[in-house]
């Protein structure tokens, strides 16, 4: 019983996965999904013009442009879903944002 349950559980999260928001940056052969019930931000590798599964990894710190594009497209303030921005010498930043 414990198993099934355990099987229904994992089915459930990855269902909600593959219905998440996905931004393509292909400069840097990433993407990325929204999570908004958990209020995460995961990334993946692009191999092959497809998204690695494998290579899962939840979103901490990124590049300005990176910032912008996830702001822009998900239409959301990144800090919110506790990425924030590393500026050129590796100093956390917060930007300032006209996000409402």
């Known amino acids: 019983m414990k198993f099934y349950a355990l099987k229904s559980s994992i089915k ?3 269902q909600r996965k593959n219905r998440m928001q996905t931004l393509i940056i292909k400069e840097y052969l990433t993407a990325i999904k929204l999570d ?3 209020k995460l931000l995961f990334t993946y590798d692009i191999k092959d013009n497809s998204l690695d599964e494998q290579s899962e990894g939840i979103l901490i710190e990124v590049n300005a442009v990176i910032y912008q594009k996830i702001a822009s497209y998900f239409q959301i303030k990144p800090e919110d879903y506790g990425v924030y921005y590393v500026g050129d010498k590796g100093i956390k930043t917060k930007i300032i944002s006209n996000m409402k």
Do not use: M, R
């Open 36 to 38: 908004d019930e958990n």
């Open 12 to 14: 459930s999260i990855l």
